[in-house]
């Protein structure tokens, strides 16, 4: 099993930058695929972003693609994810997820593709 805390969430402005991090508990770190989720408020959680077990593959939701970077750390247990030009609709609770996989490049784009989730850490976008 592995356990996730995310932090550095926080009130950004629009067009700043924020970066958050998770931190991962537990061994063989690097067998696990990662993501980022979000919830904004009265909407469905949604995929952010997801990086493969090595960290060579990488994918992104359609409205944060070129604004928004994941990348890990296996040596740390430690995923990231680096938001750029931050919008108002970028408010939202953000979740980091984890789930074991078989595949060095595999990415997970469905939250149902995760069994292990962080508590969310919130960040709120001001104009």
């Known amino acids: 099993q592995v356990q996730l805390v995310e932090s550095g969430g926080g009130l950004a402005q629009a067009g700043g930058s924020l970066r958050l991090s998770c931190a991962a508990s537990g061994r063989t770190f690097s067998n696990y695929a990662m993501g980022w989720f979000r919830r904004a408020p009265g909407k469905e959680r949604e995929f952010v972003a997801a990086?493969?077990?090595?960290?060579?593959?990488?994918s992104y939701a359609e409205s944060v693609k070129g604004r928004f970077t994941i990348s890990r750390d296996n040596a740390n247990n430690m995923v990231f994810l680096q938001m750029n030009s931050l919008k108002l609709e970028d408010t939202a609770v953000y979740y980091c997820?984890?789930?074991?996989?078989?595949?060095?490049?595999?990415?997970?784009?469905?939250?149902?593709?995760?069994?292990?989730w962080g508590q969310g850490t919130q960040v709120t976008v001001s104009s």
């Open positions: 997820a984890a789930q074991v996989s078989s595949f060095l490049h595999t990415l997970i784009q469905r939250s149902g593709g995760y069994n292990y």
């Open positions: 990086i493969s077990r090595s960290g060579g593959s990488t």
